[in-house]
T-cell receptor
């Protein structure tokens, strides 16, 4: 069965600190996709990144970077030099291409608070 | 371009009443999904539409929940005989086939 675990429920950091949000997943599919979404206080889920199971290259986008390691079934997300605007709940999610539906299985989210 | 829109933004209803929630997907997106976000259950999948195929209803929590998608575009999620445990934010997402899902702002449902 598929599962996404975000063990960190809440994290607080001081502005300009780096922070890493952990995500561990379980799936029996060999083809799957991993996602990160941001949910700011406004409530809308904002897409951040999508990775497929065959691409383990790390990715950097501005202050954001992602580390995908199949050996540990992890897809961690790092924010460098955090800012107050980064305060939000961050969700890691998995979809299994083998099911055809591609519906997302979400972790329980990590609430990040950046203190000015 | 226009994103996914949902209406109403908020809905307050009395226990036992029926409610309809509407989703307008991004133009050209063939896939449409409904999710529910509640304090106790987190984010959970409800139903999936893809083109003219039969919908995947595997996530619907009870037969009081149903959804339809007319003309491959707008979708309506209907909850009959609402219960207090139905209180949640109902999120709609759309995507091209097997691509990234983009979410709407959600409908916050409160059942009194």
């Amino acid at each position: 069965a598929q599962k996404v675990t975000q063990a960190q429920t809440e994290i607080s950091v001081v502005e300009k600190e780096d922070v890493t949000l952990d995500c561990v997943y379980e799936t029996r599919d060999t083809t799957y996709y991993l996602f990160w979404y941001k949910q700011p206080p406004s409530g809308e889920l904002v897409f951040l990144i999508r990775r497929n199971s065959f691409d383990e290259q790390n990715e950097i986008s501005g202050r954001y970077s992602w580390n995908f390691q199949k050996s540990t079934s992890s897809f961690n997300f790092t924010i460098t030099a955090s800012q107050v605007v980064d305060s939000a709940v961050y969700f890691c999610a998995l979809s299994e291409a083998g099911t055809g539906a591609n519906n997302l299985f979400f972790g329980t989210g990590t609430r990040l608070t950046v203190i000015p | 371009g226009a994103g996914v829109s949902q209406s109403p933004s908020n809905k307050v209803t009395e226990k036992g009443k029926d409610v309809e929630l509407r989703c307008d997907p991004i133009s050209g997106h063939t896939a449409l999904y409904w999710y529910r976000q509640s304090l106790g259950q987190g984010l959970e999948f409800l139903i999936y539409f893809q083109g003219n195929s039969a919908p995947d209803k595997s996530g619907l929590p009870s037969d009081r929940f149903s959804a339809e998608r007319t003309g491959g575009s707008v979708s309506t999620l209907t909850i009959q005989r609402t219960q207090q445990e139905d209180s949640a934010v109902y999120l709609c997402a759309s995507s091209p086939f097997q691509e990234t899902q983009y979410f709407g702002p959600g409908t916050r449902l409160l059942v009194l």
